[in-house]
């Protein structure tokens, strides 16, 4: 039996209607609304645990120290989870791991709602959800071909999700400024453990294609060297995920330091957090929602270079910005540019990547997107302790500029590499092969 069936065939498409193609595949449905809603709680949670930190502690710091703490795990562990996640049923680890990251939500939202939370528990209780996102996240970016049933629709699939993920980035940390002010950020949690519910049930509800078993395969260990000497040899993701790792190390951590900017450069409180958060969220959407409407991946190697450099520049002007609305206009620019750089080099990867080494490359762009992060939140609490937030963001949005400029140079060697593996991926016409 079919993994999903495709409802909707020979119709005419149009730039609105290839834009929602993987909404064909019942599986991708279910966990497009699924993953949505569980979303918004998590973004709930993540400016919720920020404010909830920076009111406990008032230490920039210590902001930095818990988000490298959750982060760690993920660049520690990623790589290995990739060589395992190779081996078994994707859709039964996802169905775990989203169970697991639940039940945390839920013993944070008790902690907090009961008044017993410490800091040690938040440090705790942040390395555990590290541990489930290490496995988790190149779970379901490797999960996600399956869903789609190949790589047709596998660029609408990442971009309709690029999408979800901004919409909840947009709702969430705009519900938890109103519901941190109104009951506390105990709530946020709590929302949070009722919404993985929704994305437990979207994976129950799928009809997934069992797997072929990969007890056979090579050791963990000779996968993981296979693993590594792919993306280290080949220019077009090695390159690609250099960028991203640098950009993450960074520029991705401003979102530690958002607390202060709400609290002392601007003056606020929770409600002012959220708008900020929210801010970058609308520019994310607007990123996400043009990405989805692309026909095929010209020119994505450009837009690569041109989101790096939009990012460390929405950045730079935040740093200098003492006014509300110069502010936001920043962190629409911040958003902007980081769901281009994520949404993009996901798409460029998982074209380029054969299928007996998805997961295990995905498991690099986790570490490059989530494993570097920790080193980034340390790095960008120590420095905003010392030099103050907005000087840490000038400074780290400088480098993200310094990073686009190089992957400027290497564009050209980046687009004649890419040309073998785009060949064989069989997603792209011939004639558009060399302008990737």
């Known amino acids: ?139 379901r970016h490797a999960f996600l071909v399956q869903m789609v049933e190949g790589k047709q629709d596998l660029g609408s699939a990442i971009a309709l999700t690029s999408s979800v993920v901004t919409l909840a980035r947009l709702v969430g940390p705009a519900a938890a400024g109103f519901i941190i002010a109104a009951w506390g950020e105990g709530w946020c949690f709590f929302i949070d453990g009722i919404s993985y519910v929704a994305v437990i049930v979207s994976l129950l509800l799928m009809r997934v294609q069992q797997q072929k078993g990969g007890a056979g395969k090579a050791s963990v260990w000779v996968q993981l060297r296979e693993g590594w000497d792919y993306v280290r040899r080949f220019r077009p993701i090695r390159d690609i995920l250099l960028l991203f790792a640098l950009v993450s190390v960074m520029g991705m951590p401003y979102m530690v330091l958002l607390p202060i900017f709400a609290a002392k450069v601007l003056h606020g409180g929770p409600h002012m957090l959220g708008a900020l958060s929210g801010a970058a969220g609308l520019g994310a959407l607007l990123s996400s929602t043009e990405l989805a409407a692309r026909k095929s991946v010209r020119g994505l190697t450009r837009v690569i270079r041109t989101a790096a450099l939009l990012f460390g520049g929405g950045l730079i002007a935040m740093g200098f910005s003492r ?14 540019g980081m769901m281009q750089q994520m949404a993009t080099s996901n798409t460029v990867i998982q074209t380029l990547t054969p299928e007996d080494k998805r997961a295990r490359v995905m498991s690099y762009y986790t570490i490059a997107f989530l ?57 792209v016409p011939e004639h558009e092969i060399d302008s990737i």
């Open 1 to 139: 039996m079919p993994t999903s069936r495709v409802e909707t065939q020979q119709q005419p498409e149009g730039r609105f209607s290839y834009s929602f193609r993987a909404m064909r595949h019942r599986n991708y449905r279910l966990f497009f609304y699924g993953q949505g809603i569980s979303l918004i709680g998590t973004w709930m949670t993540r400016v919720a645990t920020g404010w909830l930190i920076y009111r406990l502690t008032h230490s920039a710091a210590l902001l930095g120290i818990i988000s490298f703490a959750g982060q760690i795990p993920t660049f520690l562990f990623s790589a290995f989870a990739g060589a395992w996640i190779e081996r078994l049923n994707r859709h039964r680890l996802l169905t775990f791991t989203q169970v697991l990251a639940c039940l945390q939500a839920f013993a944070l939202a008790t902690l907090t709602l009961t008044g017993k939370i410490t800091v040690t528990e938040i440090l705790f209780l942040s390395i555990v959800q590290g541990f489930i996102t290490a496995f988790d996240t190149p779970t």
């Open 371 to 427: 494993g570097m992060a920790p080193f980034g939140s340390l790095l960008a609490g120590t420095l905003a302790y010392r030099i103050g937030a907005p000087h840490t963001v000038i400074i780290t949005g400088a480098c993200c500029l310094a990073g686009g400029v190089w992957f400027s140079v290497q564009l050209p060697a980046i687009r004649r590499d890419s040309v073998g593996a785009l060949r064989a991926s069989g997603m």
């Open 323 to 336: 006014s509300l609305f110069l502010s936001l206009v920043a962190m629409v620019v911040v958003g902007y």
